[in-house]
């Protein structure tokens, strides 16, 4: 199954790109390099030097150029060969990007540059907004596909199995799960009163050990972008007393068997504890890092290069999530296959040509 | 070509599965969990849950029953799933392989579990029934196609230039070779009379130095289990002199270019000295992980996965045994692929399909 | 593409090949074994044994004979075995290649041997006859296909970019480049008045930092063997005064993705001097170690195994003496399959063929 192109697909954190250095990332299979203008805008070009395809990166950023190390090629944002040391012609160009920072972090649309949607950026300044010590991010690189951590996510009644002692604890077995599509979306809810909060969130409750009402909400977009909101409201207490988190899980394909997996914890209790954040953080990393991951490699390496359902798995009522995100995604690719098959390829057309130039 | 699949397969030494926890080895490229139950007896399943595809040795055992890491479904030792904690279905199942325990070894059918032929498992109780200090167990990792194992030990002549400090000394390529086929085995015996025995009988002898009357026998069965019997008795002496040992050397593909290569050596002499036993495991380990092992592995190396007769090899009389027992394993397997044809297929009839177990 | 066979290829430095060792190295994907016979002379032989394909550099070398580590069969300088310890006949061979040391370098012909010609074994008699403190030889494993080295050779004006501080500068980009086919041979030379020699050269001028004149010249020849002489005049210093150096940089695959690169440096000014000779060579290592090598390896990942010219890349006016060495090297290929294709394949008829020698 090819990629989604026509979408934003969360590159990097803003932080990862520092001016005045080149930064390098494959996404879909195509090698990136990254760096800001002096403007402090984020220009994104293939990382291949059209000449002897060797990596941009490797090379020097002066003014907005970046010099190829190999024979000294200039490339400008736009991609544009701007000084050829060789001879008159400039012909040269590889290929940009377009790309928007935004909320702290950066997007790339993986189709043309041209028509990148604007208007489609992901939205999550109701967690940029906050302050430090009210979130924390952190990313993973996942030997396994994107789809399969985003079924790990839409389907969170492993946390009861996988992460018993921190996220999980019986809730998400316990719930009546729903699931809905709106539009693109597909959102998908478990809510129950438990007896007990899970043992991440209890210690925080005004009387740990009490029971709960317990909330979560998951909604996915193409390609891979999850908000995962939590609410546990202790019973009988109202709003006031509930432990609120904001979370966004988003995976962007580094290859078909490797994965750009970013996390980003926010939450609205205790908002201003520098120790509580510190340890929060460390809890999620942990459960990502020796327990989700662990687990999605695994299932990779069972499944190889085939798809899932090829794989005829048996699939359980809590796969429905995931298995309509599955479907939707598959739907926005045949689609787009099938407008790019009806009209000439810009691809095609754009692809540089064997010439000499001199 | 493919496995032979009817048959025995020897998948560890007792010992290495023990009560409480999940071992799990990969078998004719199939991973295989293996546990204990309550009784002492040795259940074995498909190590992938049906689910999602993890493998079930990463999660729990408890009351004979392993609960999968992930999503906590919980399957019986007949690969049943007797738990899902997320709906009232149990349609999932993992497939179940019989095994049966004798002699210290487990052994596996890697056919279908009800059709296992218990009267086949082979017969070890002559050397199972030794004093411990008479006998010693080794295990290797061989990255080689396990016909190669075998070819190894049906053609000893390599002793006395691989070996020729230990097991070798001239008398394999001095002795008359005599080839059998006995039904489904494939015997082989060397003997001579020798000037001297091999340096690692020589120290034993009553006379060391003296000649001696050389006989080495190997008697494989498929799929690859060779019992290798070796006398040495002085010249002038009679059999009350003789030493003698029995061992075997048994190999189970895990891959098309990796073996687990079991050994098991016993002796008839010095049965009760501690000290003999240890010196003779360390000498024979040093030979095969030194000696044969490297010398496996380049082979695979040159042969990639071409199977041995595409590549034409001169073939020496002293390969007339390797090569029969391939020939009789080709047969079996040719066999045993025509009568699977010949009949509704079980294995696709009892691959899940894709179902939403509710 | 296949390799040219019918070449002589660099396969090492002569003092690789030791008296009573057995060196062994892979040349077009072919393992061979390397020694030297009790003459001096040098012997080379396909690296497998025709019986059971393992390395015969794990054997043992005797009075001119390789005896092979697994079944003891003998073979002679020729390939013909001379030994069969398990039966009479000695139909086993391996192929001999043809071989000649000159100056310092064993070349090895990898078409038939008795077809090779003598006559076309390079000559670097030039280099040879130096003082020991006039050169340096060296060789980088290069995980990169043998024309990407070749490439770099051939358009020296990365030098000024890839290696600024050393050899670079700013000449062969200011230089008129002229490419010129000799026949076989590819000549490409770049010439001009330059402000300052190369950092490596001007230290060594009788006043630093002065105007010079920059003569460069490359010579390339099939399959991958380059010449490369540099002269440096102080403008209005005459020859006496000018620093010149004759180098030979040569490739020869190991495999399609990897390459055997040997460079051999040699200078005629100060030529006694064994601390410039150190300096010298360790510069050199350091630019084609740390500046060629990771560039070249980069390049080959961006490619995989894809022809450059499939892939389309924007050639520029310096590219033009390595396009014209490809596309001799390619002519030669083809000629010399449209050949094979019309005579009785050699290679298949000397193909061992499965057989009992007994």
Redesign the interface.
Known sequence: MPYLREAWYLAAWAEEIKPGELFHRTLLDE?VVFYRLRSGAIAALHD?C??????LH?GKLENDII???????QFDCSGKCVH????SSK??ATRPYAVVERDGLVWIWMGESAEAKLELVPDFSHMSGLPETAGSQGYLWTECNYKLVA?NVM?L??A???HADSVGGGAF?AARQHVEEMGDAVHITWECRHDKAPPIYDQFLAVPGQPVQFRTEVRWRAPGIMNLDITITPCGGGPLQALQTHNAHIVTPETATTTHYFFWLTRQFHMEDAQINAHRHTAMMRAFSTEDK??LC??QR??GTDDL?S?????????AGAVRARRKLEQRIRDEQAAKASRPSIEAAQ????????
């Open positions: 090698p291949r059209p000449h002897r395809f060797v990596p490797l010099q190829c190390a190999y024979h000294g090629l050829n040391p060789h001879g012909a040269a079924d389907d009644s492993h009861d199995f996988l077995t662990p687990m695994e299932q069972a499944m359902f794989l005829r798995p048996v699939l359980l009522p809590s796969d692809r540089p040509t064997t010439q000499t130039a001199t």
